[in-house]
């Protein structure tokens, strides 16, 4: 049983440019979140998808935004990327009706 | 934003040793976590609390819900070189959406000396 999966594991990117970022769940997850993890901080939510649409938003800009696919997947798509877009991006995928969530292993996005 | 408090920032322990660790909130959860973090990876899921009180084991470690619902702590019992990594409490809030999303505490860098 595949757990979460995300792609790219590692990408650069020059600050102005826009980036996607994918996700699929583990297997009989129906919810996919998606959080920004700075060097040396824990985690912060951007946002969470169900049913294919967005039920609620951290503290983020309209430059992030999401998109949930009918096989549960998920992607992440960042615009105008800015120096301090530079982190760890994290999927993680629960189910509606369950409370405990599991991380993927990350893509590490480096803004230059 | 909630904001959670996690403490010790960080601890250097040696083998065998038991650790405690503690997270404190200004604002009441319905669930608690706790994750493991090796570096360039995710969160893995140690423990997951779900009611105020509740005192829950996952072999060498055990973590409580506290009774106010701002607070829980993890201890790790006989630590081995493995353990080493960040820990991160999270508490989960549940919206009327039905939506719930996590927030995390600062973490706690655990390091074992063999």
């Known amino acids: 049983d595949a757990g979460v999966t995300q792609s790219p594991t590692h990408l650069i990117k020059t600050r102005g440019q826009q980036v996607t970022l994918r996700c699929s769940p583990k297997?009989?997850?129906?919810?996919v979140s998606w959080y920004q993890q700075a060097l040396g901080q824990g985690p912060q939510f951007i946002f969470q998808?169900?049913?294919?649409?967005?039920?609620q938003r951290g503290n983020f800009p309209d430059r992030f935004s999401g998109h949930q696919f009918p096989n549960y997947s998920s992607e992440l798509n960042v615009n105008a990327l800015l120096l301090g877009d530079s982190a760890l991006y994290l999927c993680?995928?629960?189910?509606?009706?369950?409370?405990?969530?599991?991380f993927g292993q990350g893509t590490r996005l480096t803004v230059v | 934003g909630q904001q959670l408090n996690q403490s010790p920032q960080s601890m250097f322990i040696q083998e065998g040793e038991d650790v405690s660790m503690n997270c404190t909130s200004s604002?009441?959860?319905?669930?608690w976590l706790w994750y493991k973090q090796d570096p360039g990876e995710g969160p893995v899921l140690l423990i997951a609390?779900?009611?105020?009180?509740e005192l829950t084991s996952n072999g060498r470690l055990t973590a409580q819900f506290g009774i106010t619902r701002k607070d829980s702590f993890l201890n790790i019992s006989a630590s081995i070189p493995s353990d080493v990594g960040i820990y991160f409490c999270?508490?989960?809030?549940?919206?009327?959406?039905?939506?719930?999303?996590?927030?995390f505490g600062t973490g706690t860098r655990l390091t074992v000396i063999p």
């Open positions: 297997s009989g997850h129906d919810t």
């Open positions: 604002s009441i959860f319905n669930t």
């Open positions: 993680a995928s629960s189910r509606q009706e369950g409370t405990e969530a599991f």
């Open positions: 609390l779900y009611k105020a009180g």
């Open positions: 999270a508490g989960q809030l549940t919206h009327q959406t039905g939506a719930n999303n996590l927030f």
């Open positions: 998808y169900y049913e294919e649409e967005e039920r």
